[in-house]
């Protein structure tokens, strides 16, 4: 199939491109012009920014085990809504994904349903449980894209060690959730005077800066490339930004919940806004926009984390933490980083996809002749109010519903194929 | 006036629903001293007590509130009813509300869980107690106590000490008096004050000798013992020592001071037996006044008062 976008902004950053110009497509990849004939598909993108496709590293599937909350085929609907043509799914299912069968049970459901690319992230140990190395090699083979043992820390730093150094040789990253249990103490939102208006449970920032100092430390002393997931202190992008002027393998996401809202979201008891890690304070949320501004932070990924109404029509220290983020994403980084100037549209779109392509080494990320045509065209003025009940995700659990959004997704494009298009 | 469906907290009240509330309670304790303490204000109209944590004087209170009231009132336990089985709190206020509930006082060992329950049912919630959040009805009592001893609120100096951190005796406090024009100062060992007290308009102090200093009200708290197991203080002899109110340190506090505490007391340790059973407690009057106050709030939440 063939494809001409026209008169489409194009924002291709590892090309330092910005300019207005014609996007030629055939047969799944970005070519060299042509002209069009009867076959082909001509889309006026006039107005609209044309970028490479865009690739959330963090996201929750659900599928296996918890298919009741999200499934690989509404998930990948899901970000084909949010503008996304990748996504990098947690091992945090059940089974847990620690070996070659679960790895390839994702690939097939993803061959069988899903909207987009599927990329795997393997658990760094057994079952996430933190004792042993899971076999991570034989995962690699199989199309692991990076190790993680997401929503669990890796408590023993001894353990952590050797996961990075056997990393080193498979050219993989260890993806860390930073988070050191006694310090957390069983909180269920960020510690500060909001937690203490409200009675409940705070998790101090040291709970999370305290593991991202460990891992950073290791990372150094190992080489193995070392992406911290959802940072949300101060003190963090702090580390994160001195580790890398010293020449560390470190990278950094932050996500929109993080950069968009403080623990003042919890408002009236809102499990919607229950999230690991929690909505921090104002100057956690000043720190991390300027870690974005910065370079300090790569990489804007969703935690997209699927939970049902009933899960969450608890009591707030019995709700499951997590949020959804993949159908948000885009209008949030528009609306509360672009517009605002803090971050141009040619570095917007470095987070959303180049970087997190180069992090996963994954294809993609650029529109370079040649290159798959993974392609998401954004509209910078369409102004929509987020209404959960228009996802296409099977969960409904955002902290956004009502927020005025302005940019949003309107094309998403898969190897050639047109997967969303809002109407 | 008070126009709301449930009573939740004191922080989200004006100080002119408190006055209200406080002033509603005033013929209610007239009532308990009658010879025949019942009149048939509630006849119709059913109560449920609903609590997921042992109390004894907060649910006889409600209990006895709604009885001399004339309203019919049940019990349910966390630990006995369906509770045990699993049942969410949203089906549990729904079965409350379909047999006929027209309040529903809730205990429970989780902050906002009153929230989650007023949201569920179109019935009346009063919080009784959520985790560390909030306890109005105590608040309201205690305020009543005061006002009734002192005159007024505003201006009295207010001081709680012990366990802030985790109590919701305390949060109740300090919005109540603060909002009625009291100044709160609370004190207690470091780590069992939260993070960012001060941004509710309280004063931090660790010594008591100086936080009692010209104290108008003090507010005893119960320290738990296994606060100690979670390493929050070293044991109750230093605790004692650093935060016992004893009779050379209420001394320090205004001549006319009235004491203060929510019970159950831990003679001894917070507080020591002669300054609880002497003159310038207040303790079994906060219990009669309790009834009166609930009094007050079953009235008003059935519709009373609305005229």
Not at chain 1, 280 to 302: F, H, N, W, Y
Not at chain 2, 267 to 291: K, W, Y
Request: aromatic share 4%; charged share 20%.
């Amino acid at each position: 199939m063939k494809l001409i976008m026209q008169n489409g902004r194009l924002l291709d950053p590892a090309a330092g491109r910005d300019l207005t110009a014609d996007l030629y497509v055939n047969n799944g990849f970005i070519c060299a012009p042509f002209q069009p004939d009867s076959n082909t598909n001509i889309i006026d993108a006039g107005g609209k920014l044309v970028t490479p496709g865009l690739v959330d590293m963090h996201v929750h599937l659900r599928e296996p085990g918890f298919e009741y909350k999200e499934t690989i085929a509404t998930g990948t609907a899901a970000a084909a809504r949010g503008g996304f043509t990748g996504v990098a799914c947690m091992p945090n299912t059940d089974p847990v994904t620690d070996n070659r069968v679960a790895v390839e049970y994702i690939n097939k459901r993803t061959q069988e349903a899903g909207q987009v690319r599927v990329y795997p992230v393997g658990a760094i140990t057994r079952g996430s449980q933190g004792k042993e190395l899971a076999e991570l090699a034989d995962m690699r083979e199989a199309g692991a894209a990076a190790f993680s043992d997401d929503g669990q820390p890796v408590t023993d730093a001894g353990l952590m060690r050797r996961a990075m150094r056997y990393c080193t040789m498979l050219g993989a990253a260890i993806i860390s959730h930073c988070e050191d249990k006694s310090l957390a103490g069983g909180g269920v939102m960020h510690e500060g005077a909001y937690s203490t208006i409200l009675g409940l449970k705070g998790v101090p920032a040291s709970a999370e800066e305290a593991m991202v100092a460990r891992d950073i430390i290791l990372a150094g002393e190992t080489g193995c490339p070392l992406h911290i997931a959802h940072i949300s202190t101060a003190g963090s992008v702090c580390l994160v930004r001195e580790a890398k002027k010293r020449g560390v393998k470190v990278t950094a996401e932050v996500t929109p919940h993080h950069f968009t809202l403080t623990d003042r979201a919890v408002g009236d008891f809102n499990t919607n806004a229950k999230v690991n890690p929690p909505l921090r304070g104002e100057a956690d949320v000043q720190a991390v926009r300027e870690g974005l501004a910065d370079g300090t932070i790569d990489a804007i990924a969703t935690d997209h984390a699927p939970h049902s109404f009933d899960e969450k029509n608890v009591e707030f220290d019995l709700a499951p933490f997590g949020l959804v983020g993949l159908e948000t994403a885009v209008g949030l980084v528009w609306t509360e980083l672009v517009q605002t100037g803090i971050l141009t549209p040619l570095q917007a779109v470095q987070k959303l996809s180049c970087n997190p392509a180069r992090i996963l080494g994954i294809a993609g990320g650029t529109l370079a002749e040649g290159a798959p045509a993974d392609i998401t065209v954004i509209d910078p003025l369409f102004e929509e109010t987020v209404n959960p009940n228009n996802f296409a995700g099977k969960s409904r659990n955002t902290p956004f519903t009502g927020h005025r959004l302005k940019g949003l997704p309107v094309l998403t494009i898969v190897a050639g194929e047109i997967k969303y298009r809002r109407q | 006036m008070y126009k709301h469906k449930d009573l939740l907290g004191i922080r989200e009240m004006s100080a002119e629903e408190i006055g209200f509330l406080l002033d509603t309670a005033g013929p209610m304790k007239e009532i308990i001293k009658r010879q025949i303490k019942k009149v048939p204000t509630l006849r119709g109209k059913t109560v449920v007590t609903l609590f997921y944590e042992n109390s004894t004087r907060t649910r006889g209170s409600f209990e006895l509130a709604a009885k001399y009231l004339s309203a019919d009132s049940i019990n349910m336990s966390g630990s006995s009813s369906s509770v045990a089985k699993g049942e969410s709190l949203y089906d549990t206020g729904r079965t409350l509300q379909s047999l006929g509930a027209d309040v529903i006082v809730l205990r429970h060992p989780m902050p906002g869980a009153p929230r989650l329950l007023a949201r569920s049912v179109k019935a009346a919630v009063i919080n009784a107690g959520d985790g560390a959040h909030e306890h109005p009805s105590q608040a309201l009592l205690d305020m009543f106590t005061v006002r009734e001893k002192k005159g007024g609120l505003a201006g009295l100096r207010v001081v709680i000490v012990g366990d802030i951190m985790h109590s919701r005796v305390a949060r109740s406090n300090i919005w109540g008096f603060t909002k009625m024009g009291a100044e709160v100062r609370v004190c207690g060992p470091s780590t069992m004050i939260p993070v960012g007290l001060e941004e509710t308009g309280v004063q931090v102090f660790h010594q008591m000798d100086q936080a009692l200093d010209g104290a108008d009200v003090i507010i005893m708290l119960r320290i738990q013992k296994e606060r100690q197991q979670q390493g929050l203080f070293p044991g109750l002899r230093e605790y004692s020592r650093l935060y016992g109110l004893n009779r050379r340190r209420l001394e320090l506090a205004a001549g006319d001071a009235l004491v203060l505490h929510p019970g159950p007391m831990n003679r001894g340790v917070e507080i020591a037996a002669d300054i609880a059973d002497g003159s310038q407690a207040v303790i079994e009057e906060q219990v009669t006044n309790g009834v009166a106050v609930r009094m007050a709030l079953l009235y008003l939440l059935t519709g009373g008062g609305a005229q």
